[in-house]
């Protein structure tokens, strides 16, 4: 059974900083591409950071210099290290997985909660 927790999430003020996790069971997290995403209220979701299984990442011009993907292979964990937050990045926000021969996320996780004021 796949499962993906994501933690991390709260409320701060513009400018702050924020680490999200998610923690995989299930999955040897390293051996898959991981990515989060993001959903504001009334907006379609965002694709904002991947890191592939080979450690590539690329980050979405949204936050790229502000947010960082990494990953905890001992620990089974992805990041999201968010810094200079706006009013803009507040969302739902959703780390997903998929293996690397397919297109689609197939395991998500429930999502953590980022509000910025």
């Excluded at 999430?9 to 680490?19: C, K, L």
């Amino acid at each position: 059974h796949v499962q993906l927790v994501e933690s991390g999430g709260g409320s701060v003020q513009a400018g702050g900083s924020v680490r999200l996790s998610c923690t995989a069971s299930g999955i040897i997290l390293s051996a898959y591409d991981m990515a989060w995403f993001r959903q504001a209220p009334g907006k379609e979701r965002e694709g904002i950071a991947r890191l592939d299984h080979d450690g590539r990442t690329d980050h979405a011009d949204s936050v790229k210099g502000r947010f960082t993907i990494s990953r905890d292979s001992a620990k089974n964990t992805l990041y999201l290290q968010m810094s200079n937050l706006k009013p803009e990045d507040t969302a739902m926000y959703y780390c997903a997985a998929r293996q690397c021969w397919t297109s689609t996320y197939q395991y998500w996780g429930q999502g953590t909660q980022v509000t910025v004021s």
